[in-house]
């Protein structure tokens, strides 16, 4: 009989909670896909940082888990709820408390496993769009393999069961303190509306906004950051969304004891009624749903930021196939070019060396001027900190200013496919990196540049992509003529290669393993990489077929996870949201059917209900909208400014907020249809 009775209780609740089981299933299917990164063989052979991937993504899991967790334990507790009288009948006609809780248990276990193993099913087609598309962006060919990995389906179980089993002991414990009272009265407590004092609580509507204005000029106008300022912001951040809800529920209600004028236009006072009981009973849980659809939008935002990195900065970092380095200021390259004949076809070649002449002068305006060192190269009185120059570990540039002579540049610069550059004796140029001459402009003035007793007079700014990550120079090259390089000291060895098709996987191994590795860790310490921050590599062997895979491997770490939980955070708020109007579909149908014998017709009904649900729906979304594209415009700014990258900030925020509206409808629709349904309006 209980087996019946609870098989007939799921069929209801697939019904009732159709959205949820949908949810859940898809939450699992993304679950199974993204453990498949973890688990794939191919994936681990690929590259040496292999075990990143893993990691970002069990990270992502773990917050992942928390919020299903989450949505688990507030839909048990939801439909216990929801069926209080349900269960204090069946406590009067005898049945024990036990024996309910068990029903109502297995009910759940039922509706929790047909969603894993529909998941499943899904998560393997998905499991094999993820792998395709991460395959594409690392640039990796790949085939299309349907199973099922054990691994990955045992710790999707192990996730997902636990997820379950937590909020059932929960409920459990719960219900085993209720009575036959309580029950019954479960959800006329959850309806229950208090009008307490909300005179002064209609303020904390003007005040959250004033609140959230104060933080975004903060956010826009603060100089530093440390991790005090950062936990201030955000806990501000979060008291101004709550408090924002608190506020409006108030400021509703007392807008309509005062009967303004617009609540007597068409069916407002309906709307304004509905739309204040419910946010007064569900502030915390509006607050919350705004928090998760405001870090799923900055997650995506951040994840596009990254996926602009990869397809804009990446490619023009590094512009030669080969390049090598060689703290020998004489070295000839022998051995790589015998490992560069061996594996490869080279169509042309070219050594060349880079010089100083004891001079720091560039490296210190840099140092000085440059917003991302801020004050940490200056003393008080703002005058450079020689000591801190000379003695920087971080080699962010070179000891001294890197010098290259006319001809070299110019034979490069016609590899790469540039025109060539005249200078005058007596004249220089600098060629630096185009993201640090956007924020130096000119700063010619501040530096005097001789060879020898003669002064150089500055002649122009290059900046096409020219390997600046601490092979031609860190940020930054001195052009002067070739005349003006005899009274200078070579400095270190440079071999550029042009390469006919594509290179082989493992040359880049090949030539690291022809440097020993106490010779590599020196080199390394002799790097001058450049001011990137964000997103920074540097190696002495450069290999252009084989670092841009596994940068974007590296960055791809962030991008897929960052996407992974903004897609479950999303999901899991809207699920919430049409949750909630569905479950009161009863309540509303008395109130709808009462509109309609006052002749109502069913027009103006589905009118109303599609009023009635954007409001519910569009609060929370505009207001997370307003705050996470605060954030991201912010964040965006100092991405681009740090990177490189020109994307235009608001198209970081735009895409996510494409992508998430385009969730938002199909789950809007779905309420929108249902809610009909169930009252009845046809």
């Not at 735009?654 to 046809?682: C, D, H, M, P, Q």
Request: glycine share 8%.
């Amino acid at each position: 009989m209980f087996a019946k009775l609870a098989w007939r209780n799921v069929k209801r609740s697939a019904r009732d909670y159709l959205i949820y089981f949908f949810t859940m299933t898809f939450i699992t299917a993304l679950m199974f896909a993204f453990d498949g990164l973890i688990f794939s063989k191919d994936v681990q052979r690929m590259f040496e940082m292999a075990g990143i991937v893993a990691v970002m993504v069990g990270i992502a899991t773990f917050f992942v888990l928390l919020i299903i967790s989450w949505l688990i334990n507030y839909m048990v507790r939801f439909m216990l709820e929801k069926r209080g009288k349900e269960f204090g009948i069946y406590l009067l006609i005898g049945m024990e408390k036990k024996k309910i809780s068990r029903l109502y248990m297995r009910e759940n276990a039922l509706l929790g496993t047909g969603a894993f193993l529909a998941g499943i099913l899904l998560g393997m087609l998905l499991q094999q769009i993820l792998l395709s598309v991460f395959y594409s962006v690392v640039q990796m060919d790949y085939h299309l393999k349907f199973g099922l990995d054990k691994y990955c389906v045992l710790m999707t179980a192990a996730c997902y069961a636990g997820c379950y089993l937590l909020a059932l002991v929960r409920c459990g414990r719960k219900f085993r303190r209720m009575n036959i009272s309580d029950l019954m009265n479960a959800q006329r407590k959850n309806e229950e509306v208090r009008e307490k004092r909300e005179g002064w609580k209609r303020w904390l509507l003007p005040a959250s906004l004033l609140l959230l204005v104060f933080f975004g000029i903060w956010l826009f106008r603060g100089n530093s950051w440390n991790t005090g300022t950062v936990l201030l912001f955000l806990v501000g951040l979060i008291c101004v969304i709550y408090l924002f809800y608190l506020g409006l529920a108030s400021y509703i209600i007392c807008y309509i004891r005062k009967k303004g004028r617009w609540i007597y236009r068409g069916e407002n006072l309906f709307l304004l009624r509905q739309f204040s009981s419910k946010i007064k009973t569900m502030w915390f849980t509006m607050g919350t749903l705004t928090s998760l659809f405001t870090l799923s939008l900055l997650g995506c935002s951040v994840a596009m930021m990254f996926h602009s990195f990869q397809n804009q900065v990446l490619t023009e970092k590094f512009p030669f196939d080969v390049q090598v380095y060689s703290s020998n200021a004489d070295d000839n390259f022998r051995k790589e070019l015998r490992v560069l004949k061996r594996e490869t076809v080279m169509k042309e070649h070219y050594i060349y060396r880079i010089y100083e002449n004891g001079t720091n002068q560039a490296n210190t305006w840099l140092y000085t001027n440059l917003k991302t060192f801020g004050d940490t190269y200056r003393n008080r009185d703002g005058s450079p900190n020689m000591d801190k120059i000379y003695k920087n570990e971080e080699k962010i540039y070179c000891d001294l200013d890197t010098y290259m002579k006319l001809s070299d540049y110019n034979q490069l610069r016609r590899m790469l496919g540039y025109e060539p550059i005249h200078l005058e004796n007596g004249e220089y140029a600098i060629h630096i990196k185009d993201r640090v001459y956007r924020e130096a402009k000119d700063f010619s003035k501040g530096l005097q540049i001789k060879a020898g007793m003669e002064r150089l007079k500055f002649a122009g700014y290059y900046t096409e992509p020219f390997s600046q990550d601490g092979h031609n120079g860190g940020d930054y090259l001195l052009i002067v003529p070739d005349a003006a390089v005899g009274t200078m000291r070579p400095y270190y060895s440079e071999l550029v290669v042009d390469i006919q098709g594509k290179a082989p996987s493992d040359l880049s191994g090949k030539l690291d393993r022809l440097t020993d590795n106490d010779v590599m860790m020196e080199i390394m310490g002799n790097f001058c990489s450049g001011s990137d921050t964000i997103v920074s590599y540097y190696a002495k062997n450069l290999v252009v077929d084989n670092l841009i895979p596994e940068i974007k491997y590296v960055t791809s770490a962030i991008i897929f996870p960052m996407f992974y939980i903004g897609l479950v955070f999303l999901c899991v708020a809207l699920t919430v949201l049409s949750v909630q109007q569905l479950s009161d579909s009863a309540k509303y149908r008395f109130r709808y059917g009462v509109l309609g014998k006052m002749g109502v017709g069913k027009k103006e009904l589905s009118g109303i209900v599609l009023k009635q649900l954007s409001g519910y729906y569009l609060c929370p979304v505009l207001f997370a909208a307003a705050i996470s594209g605060m954030i991201a415009l912010y964040v965006g700014g100092k991405f681009n400014f740090y990177v490189g990258t020109q994307t235009p900030v608001f198209l970081y925020f735009g895409i996510s907020l494409v992508i998430f509206v385009g969730i938002y409808v199909v789950y809007f629709v779905a309420t929108y249809v249902e809610f009909r349904k169930n009252i009845k309006i046809w």
